[in-house]
């Protein structure tokens, strides 16, 4: 059974923690060890269940364009033209059908080793040396071997209960057969291969998905069988007997490929674990580093509701780094959605640099409104950080709240390079924001007169000649260093 995550409803979950009986997603735990299968939960701190990769797995139906591009990858086109081609050239004598015997061995090897290597995860096909070396070749042996006793059964049934018993196996093997090679592959036994009960529980664990399968099976035979019996009635020997081969292997290396896939997808019914081991689209690379499992336990602690411990775990990260600029935009969204205006004004100056930063006005407004109930009048004591703010509120139309806070400006910081700047925001918002263009004015004036060291005192006169006519008052015209 297929679970989702507890704090990611929709997305499936990856690991379950027996104490807690609590499910979660791989977006949960970022610092989990896949590959050995090792994760601490979150909550209690003990070890958990991996339920496997299969969970966040394409569900084999929405992947049959895959598997028909499965055989045609460089290691099975390179087993399927060998034992293919090589049999062609052998002579026509005990030796040429001696090797014949060999490759075939090797291919029927090879394509049981697809089920394997699939239902471990691997989404690529294994490679060559699969097919001629090492052990494995017993697989064949086996298979002639389940064969044998299937036909057995059928005569015991028909010995015993007549042509209707004996009707009711042959159905009953035909449906199992895709169970019956699956097992065979997985456990390496005759015995279970052929079990009634095991075949049952491994078709009624997959469910539904088992009869989809076996109706694409169907159907690829079927093409199988048509797409030979086509090159053999339409081409020569000399070319219909190796397509009709290559064909026969494509189609056999597509439906092991699809039994592996659905003993991959189906694990966690089928009692056991595996990854995608391949560097795939489909397979997601979490970094484990110490920020992804912050994030995480931030994540899970919100949606917990434990927002006194979320903005604790907040403080005490921005004692190491003070100014780490995620952790200060997380804080103040924690602060704003708890509307803690004591704990903001406390951190005010690096929220409101932070927010100046993101050019936010709306942030830098409601963060200012809720600063007035701390400090009524409250304004910047940098005057670099009050011009940034003014700015950013100028530029999203808060225009009272620029002149909030910049008023007084020349009185609070009287030799501060940032007095001109300040003012030609006032006179700004003034004129282009509130029609006031009378004191705006005043306020061009004043630089004019009192800021003539400032690169801005130059284009006053520009300013003023906007004002007089009733002209939006546009910004210092930007300059360029131009290379000699």
């Known amino acids: 059974m297929k679970h989702d995550c507890h704090y990611h409803p929709g997305a499936p979950a990856t690991w379950h923690c027996r104490e807690c009986q609590a499910y979660y997603c791989s977006r949960c735990m970022p610092d989990a060890d896949t590959r050995r299968h090792r994760a601490l939960c979150p909550k209690c701190n003990k070890a958990m269940q991996y339920?496997?990769?299969?969970?966040?797995t394409t569900p084999f139906?929405?992947?049959i364009g895959a598997f028909f591009r499965y055989p045609f990858h460089s290691d099975p086109l390179i087993v399927i033209a060998i034992c293919t081609l090589v049999p062609l050239a052998a002579p026509a004598s005990l030796a040429g059908l001696l090797i014949w015997v060999l490759l075939a061995l090797a291919l029927f090897k090879y394509t049981y080793a697809v089920i394997n290597h699939t239902a471990e995860g691997h989404l690529k096909p294994p490679p060559v040396s699969v097919a001629f070396t090492g052990s494995g070749f017993s697989i064949v042996i086996l298979q002639f071997l389940v064969f044998i006793v299937i036909g057995g059964l059928a005569g015991a049934a028909a010995l015993l209960g007549g042509p209707l018993l004996l009707m009711l196996t042959l159905a009953f093997a035909i449906l199992a057969l895709p169970a019956s090679i699956m097992i065979l592959a997985m456990?390496?036994?005759?015995?279970?291969?052929?079990?009634?009960?095991?075949?049952?529980?491994l078709?009624?664990?997959?469910?539904?998905?088992?009869?989809?399968?076996?109706?694409?099976?169907?159907?690829?035979?079927?093409?199988?069988?048509?797409?030979?019996?086509?090159?053999?009635?339409?081409?020569?020997?000399?070319?219909?007997?190796?397509l009709s081969g290559f064909l026969n292997s494509t189609f056999t290396l597509i439906l092991f490929n699809m039994l592996g896939y659905l003993l991959f997808q189906y694990q966690e019914e089928l009692g056991f674990t595996a990854d995608i081991q391949d560097p795939t689209e489909e397979a997601v690379v979490h970094q484990r580093d110490r920020s992804s499992r912050f994030?995480?336990?931030?994540d899970m602690n919100l949606k917990d509701g434990n927002y006194d411990r979320v903005q604790a775990m907040l403080n005490d990260a921005l004692k190491k780094d003070p100014e780490d600029p995620l952790r200060i935009g997380q804080l103040y969204r924690l602060l704003a959605a708890r509307n803690n205006a004591t704990e903001l004004y406390r951190y005010h100056p690096r929220v409101l640099s932070w927010l100046a930063d993101s050019n936010d006005g709306e942030g830098i407004a409601s963060a200012l409104e809720m600063l007035e109930h701390v400090e009524p009048g409250f304004r910047p004591d940098e005057p670099e950080l009050a011009v940034r703010c003014a700015r950013c509120l100028y530029n999203s139309g808060?225009?009272?709240?620029?002149?909030?806070?910049?008023?007084?400006?020349?009185?609070?910081?009287?030799?501060?390079?940032?007095?001109?700047?300040?003012?030609l925001l006032v006179a700004q918002a003034l004129a282009n924001g509130m029609n006031q263009w009378e004191k705006a004015t005043a306020f061009l004036t004043f630089i004019q007169k009192r800021c003539s060291d400032h690169p801005l005192h130059e284009q006053v006169p520009v300013f003023l000649e906007q004002a007089q006519k009733r002209e939006l008052i546009k910004g210092p015209k930007a300059t360029f260093p131009v290379p000699d």
């Open 51 to 56: 339920l496997g990769a299969a969970t966040e």
């Open 61 to 63: 139906w929405n992947r």
């Open 187 to 201: 456990e390496r036994s005759v015995g279970a291969a052929v079990n009634p009960m095991k075949l049952t529980a």
């Open 203 to 242: 078709i009624s664990r997959i469910g539904s998905p088992y009869f989809l399968l076996y109706g694409y099976l169907i159907l690829l035979t079927l093409a199988s069988g048509m797409a030979q019996d086509f090159a053999l009635n339409h081409f020569p020997f000399w070319l219909s007997q190796p």
């Open 295 to 298: 994030d995480a336990d931030i």
């Open 398 to 423: 808060h225009y009272k709240p620029t002149l909030r806070l910049l008023q007084d400006f020349h009185k609070r910081f009287p030799d501060s390079e940032e007095l001109a700047p300040a003012y």
